[in-house]
C-alpha cells in the first residue's frame, strides 16, 4: 500500500484521533495496511461524540485536580454533590472476549452518561490494548481507594439491587440516609431481577446523581440500552446504522499492543498475506469432555462445503491440473489442534476438484482456556485479530471470541449451532443477521407495565440472536 494511501487511511475515516505517539502503538495507525476499509456507515455525530468524550477523559481522568477531588470525596464517603466529573469504573472480569464485549457496553454507557470510563488493569489489560484516548490513561490508578471492590458482588450492601430489594431507595430516587459515594452495579449473567432495574429509565434518573458507579459484567448489554426511552434518540443519531455499535467501538478502542501487534504482523505476513482469498474458521467447543469430537469436525464440513467456502475434494483422481491456480489460505483458531490437523490431512491428501490450492494454519493450540496467564491472553487477542482480517469466516455458537472477531472485521459470519447430545446439527450453520454480538442474559422486563415481557419484541432493531434463541441483538432494520 503506497504511504499516501496509509495516511488517508489510517484514522479510519475519523473514527480515530490523531496526534498519538505512533511508536508506542504501532497498530493504532498500521492496522490500514491490513484491514479492508470499512462499507458501515460511520455517523458524523459519533466523531463529535468521541472528540467530546477524550476532551472529558483528559480533562477528569487519573492524577488531574479534578480526578484527584473526585477521590478525596470518594474517601470521605459524604453526601456529596456531583461535580463536573463523574466516573463509570470497569471491573475485570470473566474470559477476554467478555471482557472486550463489557468494556465496549461500558463505553457506550458512558457516552451516553457523560462518564469518565476507566477501566481495572488487573489480567493485564495494559498488555494487550494500548490507551484509546489521547493524553491520558484509561487504566484505574493503583491507589485506587476502594481496594474493596474486587470483592463486590450480587449480594454486596452497595449494589443497586441490593439497595432497591432492601428499600434503601425510595420511589423518587432519593436514598434513605446519605447518598452514597458510589453504587455497584452488577450485571454478570447471575444477576437478579433487582439487578436488572438497571435498565429501566427511573433507575437511570437515580444513577445520574451517583459520582461513581463501579460495574462487573460479562455481558454485552448495548442491545438493552436501546430499549431505554431516554437514550433512544442520542444511540440513533450515533449509530444510524444499529448493527455496527461493536464495529465501530471496537476499532476505536482496541488497539493491540506492539507485543501484541508483533504475533499478528509476523503470523500474517508469513502465513496469510499472499493468498487471493483467506477463509476463518472458529471452532469453540463446550463440552467438558477432552475433543477433538468427530460431529464437530462433521459439522465444519458440512457447513464449508455446503455454502461453498471450501470446495469439495477429488478422491476419484490423484491430481487435479488447472492452469489458472486460486490459492486460498484457511486459518483455523481451536483449542484443539485435532480438526485443523484432520481437514488439512484431507486436503492434502486429495486434490481440489475446482483445482484451487488451499493451505491451512492454526497459530496455537492451548488445549483449555486459561484466562489468567499473560502469554495466553496475548495469543488469544492475536487470534482474534487474525481472524478478523479474513475475507469470509466461520464462528461457533455462544462464543464471544467469535463475536468479537465477526464485529471487527464487518463481516456477516457463518455462524454454527450449537450441537446437541454429540450430533452435528442439520443445517450445520447459517449466515448472521448481523455482525453485532448477542447479549447472554437480557431483563425480560416491562418497566412502565412492571411486568414481564419479550424484550425481543418490543422494537425490530433489537431482535433474538441465531444461537441463543433467549439472547438479545441489534440488527439494521427499521420493518418487523
Known sequence: MESSKLQSDKLIGGLLAPGFDEQSCLSRYQSALYRKESPHLLSTYLLERLREHEVLQKKCGPHTESYKKAIEQ????QDIEVGDCTYLVWISYSGLGNRILTITSAFVYAILTSRVLLVDGDKGTADLFCEPFPETSWLLPSDFPVNLFKNLNIGSPESYGKMLKTANIHSDGSFKGPTPAFIYLHLAHDYDDYDKHFFCEHSQQHLQRIPWLILRSDNYFVPSLFLIPA???????????????????????????NAVWGLITRYYDSYLARADEKLGIQIRVFDTET???QHVLDQVLSCTLKENLLPEVN???PIVSARKVRS???????????????IRTMYWEHPTSN?????????????HQDSDKKMHNMKAWAEIYLLSLSDVMVTS?????GYVAQGLSGLKTWLMFK???HTAPNPPCRQVMSMEPCFHAPPFYDCKARRGTDTGKLVPHVRHCEDMSWGLKLVDTDEW
Open 315 to 317: 478422491a476419484q483422481q
Open 397 to 401: 455458537a455462544w462464543s464471544t471470541f
Open 291 to 293: 475433543g477433538p469430537f
Open 355 to 367: 483445482g484451487e490450492i488451499i493451505s491451512f494454519h492454526q497459530p496455537s493450540h492451548e488445549e
Open 231 to 257: 437514550y433512544q434518540e442520542e444511540l440513533m443519531r450515533l449509530f444510524p446504522q444499529k448493527d455496527a455499535v461493536f464495529h465501530h467501538l471496537g476499532r476505536y478502542l482496541f488497539h493491540p499492543t
Open 74 to 77: 470518594l474517601k470521605s464517603g
Open 328 to 342: 486460498k489460505v484457511v486459518l483455523i483458531t481451536s483449542l484443539n489442534s485435532g480438526y485443523y490437523e484432520r
Open 419 to 421: 450441537p446437541e447430545n
